[in-house]
């Protein structure tokens, strides 16, 4: 088989197409509700082995010819932590849950008082250390591609090759990992696509080894015999590089964003751990098995000089193998850009919750907080997808190809560690402070830049004489020896400064300071989270409006899921309607679901900007000062009673409030019944007699004449609606069964309310109208007649408009209908479903009176009869209202 | 010109009929439907006599009377008050409150028109 580079590139791009086809399958799947086994701990499992990027796949190669078994740590580290550190990713993974954590900035921000500072911060320290990584992998693809055209005529140009990959990740990556603001962050689709490539790149690498085995070496034997004989020294290095290496290893694989965010973020349950925690040594040790063998009949049988890091690649075709060849780079291509994808991802969460959104919520004004948060946050995170790629892209510019794989790795495994200490001091260590964890970041951050990644550039950045003789001539802050310690490898020596000084940084700093209550409170959240019944509270009292907030949480986690949280809260509360109490409880659980979108730092700055008062009272603290568990449990079960009591209460006083009202209703019902039939008969009598005179011209007596039926009409119909409210009320109404869809019963409706001939627009839905429903569609188009023409009548927008938006949820049909005008302010709305609540709008026309004020009466009660309801939807602009009601039983069948 | 009279009714058909008969019979009437600015325009066009109806779009009839009459300008001003709701306890409110005569919807025109000219005379 002969490979062109055409070849190469169409199975590149064929394997990149069945990539998108999974990732779309899977998230249909996930969103029609039926992605149980996507969340098996198998491929929770396969997609943790995005630790193993192109690094491993072809470095690690490179890395045994060079250092023997060395390359053993890097495998060592992670595999030790999920074997012996079970707990700590258990705590992680609760913790992460509990507080709806996106990223490990937001998980180090919110346990710091929830500090935009911090967030900030590590947010920074991983981009740069993440962005070597990136460029890692895009020269790793460039450098395939090369292996295969080496040789082949006309020399293409390799870096045509890593940017067209760069352009071609940011793609998918903003299509699968940004479509939306899911306020779990989780992305099935791309999960299973990095569990695909994971069983790609493990058969591809398992391929070569057994031909290199079998094929080439001559046996298990005859491989051993070989390995015995090669010049590579397999113990090399001294005892402390291995510890340091595993260490760092381990480090990394628990704060590098990606990995944070497959093995926490996208965890769907604890228990997956338990599977993880043999099966992914396991994915490792077969990742590493064939590592030596490949690598010393590399270096025997490919000419003098060959780059080890292609070994992989290299044997294969060398050996005339072209299907395998193409096996491993497949492979190659599948490490590389699995880890490009999530790390971009992650990185472009943590860029918009905890830069841009920080950035645009001290920029704006509180008026104007949310007015498009979501947008906002979207676009951010899509503009940091392509940012994060294109810095990788210029990082592998710059530094060229000449740096081994295995160094770049190193180097951003050094980077993210910093985030380490802050990380692991948090969830153990109610003492640490805010203050200290900045410390510890900064200081950790700007040592490995000075002694590891600045070096990395070569003399570029960092001149030669300050390197020899440190800047200003200060021998001991030498980048290579500082504080005079020479000798050290410049890895060990860069890891263990910057881990050795952001360490004690964070533990001084962190006793000498003193933290805030919001620092404290989320302390013995994070440390004591398996003691916890839930959250505390950050917020002790509200002057929250809450339909400011409705709005707020529309804005950022959509229109539905807020509306479901609400409605949910007022239930909870006991509460008819869609507007819960703004009680402290709630405004924490909005606050939580906030965070899950734009980290928890923002989040409480939202919420803040609409609470009044001290976010958190000494009481409060209190209850977190000296909590052994089980005063807490006891005091959780004290608090669950008098909630229940309270809610008993509420419901008690509801319902008496409610009888007084009906006693007052019965009597204004009477007055209001006499007041709309007298002023009919009003108008009827006067002009009666004023027809009755002499003297009239024939256009006065025609106009008067016509006043007299229009109110004689406006009796006839309002005696139809009181007698069609009581019938409605004593239940005594038969109920037709009619087949229909719900865009018959709205074409009619709008017809009858006239809305068809008059100013006002009507916008619809027809894919959502063409729904079957099997219910009395008469009763259900009187009451959306009814719905339209209080829109014609009432809507004071100068181009008035009415949505009619139609959705199914479960067995229930959901329509609202929506209109631009002025809406109902909050006080009228607890009236508006009372008899003859009408309320002080215009009046449309002078000759017909308009209705009596029973349409919404009426409405309730029919919707109540055909199993419904109808309600007044807060927080939409205008006048918006919603009508649920079970679909039918027929349609449910026909399905 | 004639005597002036300040209809404040807020139902268009009523408006229109009592309008009729009383400008026929030589009055300018001058209409006025919104509850919360009667009163001023009580003060502004110091009519004769006032119609007010009980129950208006923003404020009730009865809060306008006892505004009136607490004004030492319109103190003295007649006002004939009409409601449609025609029980006994709006009756006596109306008449406590000060307005110089009360009556219920329907009326009779002829009854209206009468009382009308006798607030003016009186």
Redesign the interface.
Known sequence: MILTFNILVAVSLGYVAMLFAVAFAADRRARAGRGGWLRSPLIYTLSLSIYCTAWTFYGAVGYAARSGLEYLTIYLGPSLVVIGWWWLLRKLVRIARVQRITSIADLVSSRFGKSPWIGAVVTLIAVAGVTPYIALQLQSISLTFAAFIEGMDGGMDVDFVALWTAIGLALFTTLFGTRNLDPSERHHGIVMAVAVEAVVKLFALLGVGVFVVWGLGGGIAGTLARIDASPIPMWQGEGGRWVGLTALSAAAFLTLPRMFHVLVVENDDDRHLAVASWAFPLYVLLMSLFVVPIAVVGLERLPEGSNPDLFVLALPISEGHGGLALLAFLGGFSSATSMVIVATIALATMVSNHIVAPLWLSVRGPDEVARDLRGTILLARRVSVAAVLALGYVYFQYTGSGVALSSIGLIAFAGVAQILPAMLGGITWRGATAKGAGAGLLLGAAVWAWTLFLPSFGTAIIPQPVLDQGPWGLAWLRPRALFGIEGLDPLLHAVLWSLLLNAAAFGLVSILTFPNPLERLQGAQFVNVFDQTGPARTWSRSGAEVEDLLVLAQRVVGHETALDLFQAEAEEQGKSGHLPDATPGFLQRLERELAGSVGAAAAHALVGQFVQGPGLSVGDLMAVADEAAQILEYSARLEAKSAEQERTARALREANDKLTQLARQKDAFL?RI??EL??P???????S??LQEEGLTPAEARRFAG?VE??AHRMTRLLDDLLDLSVLRDGQVTLERQEGTLAEVIDRSLLSAGALKGDLAVLRDPAAEALPVVTDLDRLAQVFINLVSNARKYCDADRPELRIAVQRRGPQVIVDFVDNGSGIPAPEREVIFESFARL?GR?AG??A?SGAGLGLAICREIMSLLGGSITYLPGQGGAAFRVTFPQGVAAAAAE | MGRRVLLIEDEPNIIEALSFILTRDGWTVHTHSDGTTAAARVRTGSPEVVVLDAMLPGRSGFDILRELRADPSTAAVPVLMLTARGQERDRDLALRLGATEFMTKPFANAEVLAEVRRLAGG
């Open positions: 007055s006499s007041h007298r002023t008969m009003t108008s009827i009598r006067s002009f007699s004023i006043i229009a109110e002080s009046r002078t000759v009176p």
